[in-house]
Each structure stands twice: as structure tokens, then as C-alpha cells.
């Protein structure tokens, strides 16, 4: 029996040699991995540093663009809804624009009856005042440089007593409401000859 023990003893003590001997060859737990090499982990954690820092600019970056992004519709969809109030009797004033004509045509025009002369200018300077509160004004052109601009040359006519380029014939009143053109002068222009 004894040298069953004998034996068995010293299975025991090659088999805590073997595991002493395993144990020392398994790597070291993490955390002494990671305090072996501080290099390295000092390295990983700026990378890692250097990736959020640039995560975090580039959403900055994205969030600064949606905003002005915003910003830019918010002004231009305030700017189209105030131009839209602003003009929106820009059309209506249009279609009125023939009828102001007639009545002009209708005032150069001799008449008999002075009493029914007066009542058409009276109309005419009534018709007038209201297109003008709601924003119309005439494009002067008579005696002025011809601008293309504002007046559409319909003939040219050769002086030497008017200047180049000068206005002296106007055969329709051109018109601008609210600053923006709404019909320009239909005139003759003097050209040297």
C-alpha cells in the first residue's frame, strides 16, 4: 500500500508542478496588460480622443449649417409673404391701367360740351389719386435720356436741336408701382443725324 501512496504523492506533486507551471505561463490579467503597457494605452486613448473631438466638429459643423439653412428659409419665406402683401394689388392696378389711358386719350380730345369735358378730367384726377395711394406713379420721360429700363423705343427721330438719346415724343405714360416697373414708357427718341 505504501507504494501506492508513493506514487499517488508523487502524481500530487507533478500535478501542482504542471499547474504551478501552466499558471505562470497564462498572461498576466487584463489589468496588468494594460499597466504593461501605458505606451500604448496612452496612444489608443488619444486616438480615441482625436475621433470624438473630430465626431464632435463635424456635428457641430452640421448643426451650424441646418441652422443657417433655417434661418435662410425663414427670411426668404418672410420676404416672399411681405412681397406678396405688398404687390398683391400690383395686378388689379394693371388691369385699371387701359381704362387711365382712354380717359387721357379722352381729355386730349376736343369736346363741344365744356360742362361733360369737366366732369371726364374730374373723373380722370379721381381715377388717378386712387391708383397713386395704392402705389402707382408715372415714369417721367419727356425731355429725359432715354433709358432702357424705363421706356421702350418705338421710332427714333433725327434732330440736331435734341439731344442724343433725348425723349420728345411720348405715345404711352409708362408706369412703376411700389419701385418695381410696371409698364414701361412707349416713346420717340432723338438720334443725331
Do not use: W
Not at 494605452?41 to 452640421?62: G, I, M, S, T, V
Not at 429700363?149 to 425723349?167: D, F, R, T
Amino acid at each position: 500500500m505504501e507504494e501506492v501512496k508513493s506514487e499517488n504523492q508523487g502524481t500530487g506533486v507533478e500535478e501542482s508542478a504542471a499547474a504551478g507551471g501552466a499558471a505562470g505561463e497564462t498572461d498576466p490579467p487584463a489589468d496588468q496588460a494594460e499597466i504593461a503597457d501605458p505606451a500604448g494605452q496612452l496612444a489608443a486613448l488619444a486616438a480615441e480622443r482625436d475621433r470624438l473631438a473630430q465626431e464632435n466638429a463635424d456635428l457641430n459643423d452640421r448643426l451650424l449649417r441646418r441652422q443657417a439653412e433655417f434661418d435662410n428659409f425663414r427670411k426668404r419665406a418672410e420676404r416672399e409673404r411681405y412681397e406678396m402683401v405688398e404687390y398683391a394689388a400690383m395686378e388689379a392696378v394693371k388691369a385699371i391701367l387701359p381704362i387711365a389711358d382712354d380717359f387721357e386719350r379722352a381729355l386730349k380730345s376736343e369736346c363741344a360740351d365744356k360742362e361733360y369735358a369737366r366732369g371726364m378730367e374730374m373723373i380722370e384726377q379721381r381715377l388717378q389719386e386712387s391708383l397713386k395711394k395704392l402705389g402707382l406713379e408715372p415714369v417721367e420721360a419727356l425731355g429725359k435720356k432715354f433709358d432702357p429700363n424705363l421706356h421702350h423705343a418705338v421710332s427714333k427721330m433725327q434732330s440736331e436741336e435734341h439731344e442724343e438719346e433725348e425723349i420728345v415724343e411720348e405715345y404711352q405714360k409708362g408706369y412703376r408701382f411700389k419701385e418695381r416697373l410696371l409698364r414701361p414708357a412707349m416713346v420717340k427718341v432723338a438720334v443725331r443725324p
